[in-house]
């Protein structure tokens, strides 16, 4: 069996979960009263949805928060690491507190995915752009468990230096699966994720998510409107198909 390991995305993947980060955002920005921090600041740091869809296009919180402060160099975020790193950290436990409430359902077709990637013996990863704490409250709030027992392997963004599109975290979990490219399927729901996957050399299944859907998933090696519609027997036939003519390729270079 060529399949050896699925790797999920978290945030609109697994779960809707944009709609609760931007929740715990702006109840964090209110907290800590930032803008009196940033008064020059005209624009408001309560993050509307159009607000929000726009800088999800930036990975990672503390670089989505240093992005809206330097729009349009209205303010130099140099000085404000510290101030930033603090918002994030607050901005996490909060959403921690948000998720444990239960407001959190996994997507559709992915807790079946998981459970017969298990009756197939095929290992089950995280590869996220998301800090691991995220990831741990979601496997709490969702599958009711500890994220290391519902996850063989966890790679995290806050564990390496770029974050998606750049494929240093599934080049991670695959480090950690000790497995190749070839052998995983990513399973994604937004251009960054796709480019990162497809960048590390991974098959990679896209369903668009909430926040996800106006972006261009057209080269996806596999584009779904919804997980439940995964079979793992023609992903298996596809990824066969597409590494085949990937190392066919590669040897009539060398020939
Ligand atoms: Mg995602």
């Known amino acids: 069996m060529p399949l050896k390991a699925l790797i999920f995305d978290v945030d609109g993947t697994l779960a809707e979960t944009e709609e609760l980060h931007r929740r715990a955002f702006n109840e964090t920005f209110a ?3 930032v803008n009196h921090d940033w008064p020059d600041q005209e624009r408001s740091w309560q993050w509307d949805e ?4 726009r800088l999800l296009k930036t990975t990672g919180g503390k670089e989505r ?42 997507r559709p077709g992915i807790a079946e995915l998981i459970e017969h990637a298990r ?3 095929l290992r089950v990863a ?20 500890d994220a290391d027992e519902v996850f063989d392997v966890i790679a995290a963004g806050d564990e390496v230096a770029a974050k998606k599109p750049a494929p240093d975290v599934y080049q991670l ?24 996957a497809q960048s590390a050399g991974l098959f990679c299944v896209v369903s668009p998510s909430a926040y996800t859907r106006t ?4 080269a996806a090696d596999l584009l779904l409107p919804e997980f439940e519609r995964v079979d793992l027997d023609d992903v298996q036939k596809m ?3 597409k590494h085949s003519r990937f190392s066919g390729k590669v040897t009539a270079k060398h020939t």
């Open 65 to 106: 928060i240093t992005q809206y402060l330097s729009e349009d160099a209205v303010i130099d975020p140099a000085p404000w690491k510290s101030r930033i790193t603090e918002l994030h950290r607050a901005k996490t436990t909060r959403f921690g507190e948000l998720l444990g409430n239960g407001e959190l359902e996994l």
């Open 173 to 196: 979990a695959l480090k950690r699966l000790e497995l190749a490219p070839t052998d995983c399927l990513a399973i994604e729901d937004s251009l960054n994720g796709l480019n990162a």
């Open 50 to 53: 159009e607000t929000y869809a």
């Open 126 to 145: 995280v590869a996220t752009t998301t800090s691991r704490p995220n990831v741990e409250a979601l496997s709490r709030a969702c599958f009711a468990q």
């Open 215 to 218: 972006e261009d998933h057209s």
């Open 31 to 33: 907290a800590f009263d």
């Open 239 to 241: 990824m066969r198909k």
């Open 119 to 121: 009756r197939l013996r």
